[in-house]
């Protein structure tokens, strides 16, 4: 299986959840909405679980957008290159987000190890796994970082690139 069908089905999955996130940070409040203003009761576990899911959903929708080239970028510069220089340009900068990722990869495992035996206030959820949504999304960008590098060097040596989708 190649890496650009691997990523699809990891794009696939991330959406699914990301979505199911979304849906369940909707339903959640709704149920606190309702609880609070029809039944007179709050449902005191609300809160912190929205915030959980929302931790998860924007970590694994950036890795999304990342693979999509739905970050914003400014593009002044790399429209002016020569396209064999713009492929360089890509690779270049996912290099240097690989760099980024392995860093801060590294400093959220420090943090992951820190929570160990923490649980949240109300939900006495693991922290270990709330704080580890960075790390699964930046897992996720590198995989995707490495497939832009390979499109990258076959754009540069089929002479350039198409200039769709950027990074």
Do not use: H
């Not at 999955?13 to 199911?20: F, H, L, N, S, Y």
């Not at 999304?64 to 340009?89: C, E, F, N, Q, W």
Request: proline fraction near 1%; charged fraction near 15%; charge should be positive.
């Amino acid at each position: 299986m190649t890496l650009k069908k691997v990523n699809d089905i990891l794009f696939r999955v991330t959406g699914v959840i990301a979505t199911a996130l979304l849906f369940a940070i909707v339903g959640i409040t709704f149920s606190q909405v309702i609880c609070r203003y029809f039944l007179k009761k709050s449902l005191i576990w609300s809160s912190e679980l929205t915030v959980y899911c929302l931790v998860w959903m924007v970590f694994l929708a950036c890795s999304m957008g990342y693979r999509k080239g739905g970050i914003a970028s400014l593009t002044m510069v790399t429209d002016r290159m020569t396209p064999k220089l713009r492929s360089l340009s890509k690779i270049a900068s996912a290099v240097f987000m690989l760099v980024f990722l392995a860093v801060s990869f590294y400093g959220n495992i420090e943090i992951i190890n820190m929570a160990k035996g923490k649980v949240s206030t109300i939900l006495k959820a693991n922290m270990q796994f709330i704080y580890s949504a960075w790390s699964v999304a930046a897992v996720l960008m590198a995989v995707y970082a490495v497939e832009k590098i390979c499109d990258a060097v076959k754009e540069y040596k089929n002479g350039g690139d198409v200039k769709e989708g950027g990074i």
